[in-house]
């Protein structure tokens, strides 16, 4: 099982970026795909969810209106537009790929950084 964040990187107050996360080794499609972030000293929280069939999705309320969270699942990918980018969303991103149920299960990628500064 593999998850490749990409996409990160340096942007000023109010830029954009378009975060990236390729799966490989699971049934991407059954899956629910979600982005986590984790600023220096502070604990890793949710920031966007997607369900398989990408019929919802549900955001953390600081980044509402600014972020989308969508999926292609022809191509295992789950993405992260962020736009009106602040400072105060530097942070390391992960994606999250979880099988819903009984059986749950979770797989982590290793983490894109999105430093925020002009």
């Known amino acids: 099982v593999q998850l490749v964040e990409s996409g990160g990187g340096l942007v000023q107050p109010g830029g954009s970026l378009r975060l990236s996360c390729t799966t490989s080794g699971f049934t991407f499609s059954s899956y629910v795909m979600s982005w986590f972030r984790q600023a220096p000293g502070k604990e890793r929280e949710l920031v966007a969810a997607?369900?398989?069939?990408?019929?919802?999705?549900n955001y953390v309320d600081s980044v509402k209106g600014r972020f989308t969270i969508s999926r292609d699942n022809a191509k295992n990918t789950v993405y992260l537009q962020m736009n009106s980018l602040k400072t105060e969303d530097t942070a390391v991103y992960y994606c999250?790929?979880?099988?819903?149920?009984?059986?749950?299960?979770?797989?982590w990628g290793q983490g894109t950084q999105v430093t925020v500064s002009s």
């Open positions: 997607i369900t398989s069939g990408s019929t919802n999705t």
């Open positions: 999250k790929a979880t099988r819903p149920g009984w059986n749950r299960i979770d797989y």
